[in-house]
């Protein structure tokens, strides 16, 4: 099992372009993720999809989008980036047997200009 | 509104001592409260998940008690691979979310 993996990695873009983080788990989870941490500050709800075919609102969800796009696969679309939007976004999923825990992706590490 | 705090932000103890952090919360509904480790560059890995006052767990070199309003963690015989930031986040609120803390940043001194 790969787990939860995220793409890209790294990615630098100039204010006002679009890009879409995408993520994908293998562990038949319902419940999905978007996370953003920043210098000092714990992870911030960006959005959840508590099922394949719902998302909602997190803490922080304003300038993002978010597809559900099937049970495995769950993106943040960024339509205008803000150099604000600058952070580490990290994708999590959980199941219904696993207590809660959230098992956690490595990370896109975006930079906005 | 919801918060979970830390203390201390900090540690650098030396190897093989104990490390002792904790974490302090305040939400409008408790669930449960867990412990994730997160290694520079890399996503939080869960430790443990504790259900009620009084509760403790221990997992290898890892004690957990979780008290009222808060959790104190314990790391014996700390090893530099233990260096890592530590999470506390409650699974409660409004909407039923992981609420996390800020962390404390564990740094062991060979």
């Known amino acids: 099992n790969a787990g939860v993996t995220q793409t890209p990695k790294f990615q630098v873009l100039k204010t006002g372009q679009s890009m879409t983080l995408q993520c994908a788990q293998d562990?038949?989870?319902?419940?999905m993720y978007w996370y953003r941490q920043d210098p000092g500050m714990g992870l911030r709800l960006i959005y959840y999809s508590a099922s394949e075919g719902t998302t909602d609102k997190g803490e922080v969800p304003n300038g993002y989008n978010v597809s559900r796009l099937n049970k495995r696969e769950f993106s943040l679309r960024l339509e205008s980036a803000a150099p604000s939007q600058t952070s580490v976004y990290f994708c999590?999923?959980?199941?219904?047997?696993?207590?809660?825990?959230?098992?956690f992706g490595p990370g896109t590490r975006l930079t906005v200009l | 509104e919801n918060q979970v705090e830390h203390s201390p932000h900090f540690l650098g103890p030396q190897q093989g001592d104990v490390a002792s952090m904790s974490c302090t919360y305040s939400?409008?509904?408790?669930?449960?409260l867990q412990w994730y480790r997160q290694n520079t560059g890399m996503g939080p890995k869960h430790l443990l998940s504790?259900?009620?006052a009084g509760y403790e767990k221990q997992k290898g070199r890892l004690n957990a008690t979780l008290l009222k309003n808060g959790s104190s963690l314990y790391i014996t015989a700390v090893q530099p691979e233990d260096s890592a930031t530590y999470f506390c986040a409650v699974y409660g609120g409004a909407t039923n979310k992981l609420i996390f803390g800020t962390g404390t940043l564990l740094a062991v001194q060979p």
């Open positions: 999590a999923s959980n199941g219904r047997w696993t207590g809660n825990e959230q098992f």
């Open positions: 504790m259900y009620s």
């Open positions: 562990m038949n989870h319902n419940s």
């Open positions: 939400v409008s509904r408790f669930n449960n």
